[in-house]
């Protein structure tokens, strides 16, 4: 009961938040400078028209206008788009208007999605050994080390390292990793690992922390003192419980890293929803633009979701509210 | 007080250190820290005079010496249109500190604002600044700054204005926890049993205890800015050229990486120490103002 409860508000609200962000972004992006008219496709075309024909080009943007209802009230535009939105009815972009939005997405999204899944997989698998690692040998040189380590990770952005990676490896170690292109695993490697630095960072500190807190507690002393061996302590008895609330900072990390697909795939040269978002806003594509921000955002959202809901089936005691 | 003041035996007592004294003295045993202020400094002077000391123009461009490795006219090299990289740099320091600071500046009075009247008012004022935290915590604000750079333009305000309207929540929710964990401890309670105004309680009383976390809060939060300000230069919204910024020299690097390598060394090499520096400064600050742990 209460499952289903907690679901029905979630997701209305990630319906809500939703609509308002696409409202805001349509009001604001329709109030901008550029339209359809000014896209390199056809503003040329549309100029030469105007000089041409003054009166044809008017009724061409008026005939335009109607089609698609910009002549309208604001507020029936924006309810117009959000349903449009809703019903993944992306429409054509503007700078390219033979291909509808839709069928870019649907090459591009799965591409992102990978790169922010694989960046978060690897901070699961490199940031928990080395947590440990840290919170095991702690206020050691290997536990100081590993701290810096991974607050730098933390500090220097994934684009910077991305810069960095291609220095290592286009000029210094040629020919060994890919660092432009998509298509075989190898490229994969690169920006994964510059999306991942900074998670593994937070992970690697998150479990050392928590590790260390969780020591500390009455029951680990009394498995010590019933004669329990080391190992079976840490990992049966100690991770146990830190692994749970790990769940929640997986949530944060997930849209840091879709955020960050957007610089990586930039500087990689990777076909993914980053190198159709930047030429779409840097060319005042709006349609392309806001069908990427909202197909973002509600990735962002239901990942969200589904990590709250795991972290009440791993730990019974969280109540779904 | 003033009988404790009276000495004993002759031995005048030791004088208690401040309390800034004490966090001065934990937070220079954190090595990092230090090094990281001394350059958070740096940065800072250099924001300042930077266009002074720089040798050329951000805008002088000269095909003569265009993307020439670093020699001593030009230290660092330059790019492609011959922009001095060196003084590019220096005048790209005042812009990123311009925008991080203000940008950081602006969320934190919006963001104590809203924390402190939620957290003091409680009820639906609370119920309301909470929602809208919540709405904001909801997305990457990321794409709300990319929003407002197409509507306002790609200048120094706009920028400047799209980062901090859109990074207030975490210090809104943070205050507001704090107004909250203090409004009816014993420590108010008493004040206000003395006879205290509300304003007098949050000037005395809420305000001294909050400061330190505010301060790493803000720590924390410029380089976070400065990290957004870059990334919108990488999708190509940043900065509009020739105003100089690191995102910009960053983002053309990657380009130019094969044949000049020089134009990603500097600007990569310094936006990545100066956002270490601040780190550790943010780091070291939490440690030393709070001994008990993080906020």
């Known amino acids: ?321 | 007080m003033a009988i404790a003041r009276i000495a004993v035996n002759g031995v005048a007592p030791a004088r208690r250190r401040s309390q800034l004294a004490m966090a001065w003295g934990r937070y220079k045993k954190d090595r990092l820290a230090v090094v990281g202020l001394a350059w958070v400094i740096l940065f800072l002077v250099i924001g300042i005079i930077g266009p002074w000391i720089a040798p050329y123009n951000y805008a002088t461009t000269n095909f003569l010496t265009a993307n020439q490795g670093p020699t001593w006219q030009h230290i660092m090299g330059t790019d492609n249109l011959g922009h001095d990289m060196f003084s590019e740099i220096l005048w790209s320091v005042q812009n990123a500190l311009e925008v991080a600071l203000g940008a950081t500046l602006i969320s934190f009075i919006v963001g104590v604002a809203l924390g402190l009247w939620a957290g003091l008012k409680g009820g639906w004022a609370d119920m309301v600044v909470m929602r809208l935290v919540d709405f904001m915590f909801a997305f990457p604000t990321f794409f709300m700054d990319l929003i407002l750079v197409t509507k306002f333009g790609r200048g120094m305000g706009p920028i400047l204005f799209a980062i901090g309207i859109t990074g207030w929540a975490g210090y809104a929710r943070l205050i507001r926890s704090l107004v909250l964990g203090m409004r009816n401890g014993e420590m108010v309670e008493a004040a206000r049993a003395l006879g205290a105004t509300q304003p007098h309680i949050m000037r005395k009383y809420l305000f001294p205890n909050v400061m330190n976390n505010m301060i790493v809060a803000l720590a924390f939060g410029i380089p976070g800015d400065l990290t957004v300000m870059a990334g919108l230069s990488v999708v190509g919204m940043g900065l509009r050229p020739p105003l100089p910024s690191f995102g910009n020299m960053i983002a053309a690097a990657g380009s130019n990486m094969l044949g000049y390598p020089w134009l990603m060394y500097f600007p990569a090499g310094i936006f990545a120490l100066t956002l270490l520096a601040f780190l550790f400064v943010a780091d070291g600050l939490q440690e030393a103002l709070n001994p008990k742990g993080g906020f």
């Open chain 1, 1 to 321: 009961m209460g499952v289903v409860r907690f679901l029905v508000k979630r997701v209305v609200s990630i319906i809500i938040t939703t609509a308002a962000i696409i409202a805001v972004g349509y009001s604001l992006m329709r109030l901008a400078p550029g339209s359809y008219f000014s896209s390199t496709t056809i503003g040329s075309q549309m100029g030469q028209l105007a000089v041409q024909n003054p009166r044809l080009a008017e009724q061409y943007e008026h005939m335009f206008e109607a089609r698609y209802g910009l002549n309208e009230p604001m507020w029936k535009q924006i309810f117009g788009y959000i349903w449009h939105l809703f019903t993944f009815n992306f429409g054509n972009s503007f700078e390219n208007p033979s291909a509808p939005i839709i069928t870019q997405l649907r090459s591009a999204f799965p591409i992102s999605f990978e790169l922010a899944f694989g960046a978060v997989l690897l901070a699961v698998l490199v940031g928990i050994p080395l947590g440990v690692l840290a919170a095991l040998k702690r206020n050691t040189w290997i536990d100081q080390m590993l701290t810096t380590l991974s607050l730098m990770g933390n500090a220097v952005p994934s684009f910077v390292l991305a810069v960095f990676m291609v220095l290592l490896f286009g000029v210094w170690w040629q020919g060994v990793l890919p660092i432009n292109g998509w298509g075989q695993w190898q490229d994969a490697v690169l920006p994964i690992i510059a999306l991942g630095l900074g998670n593994v960072g937070s992970i690697t500190r998150y479990m050392r922390s928590s590790l260390i807190e969780a020591l500390r507690q009455d029951h680990i002393r009394t498995a010590e003192a019933k004669g329990v061996k080391y190992w079976p302590i840490i990992f049966k008895h100690a991770m146990r419980n830190s692994m749970t609330a790990l769940i929640t900072v997986v949530g944060p990390m997930f849209a840091f890293s879709v955020v960050n697909t957007i610089f990586v795939e930039q500087i990689f040269s990777i076909p993914g929803m980053g190198s159709l978002m930047a030429p779409a806003f840097q060319a005042d594509d709006y349609p392309l633009a806001m069908a990427e921000i909202y197909i973002l955002c509600l990735l962002v959202m239901v990942m969200n979701l589904l990590v709250d809901l795991g972290y009440a089936v791993f730990d019974p005691r969280v109540k779904l509210e």
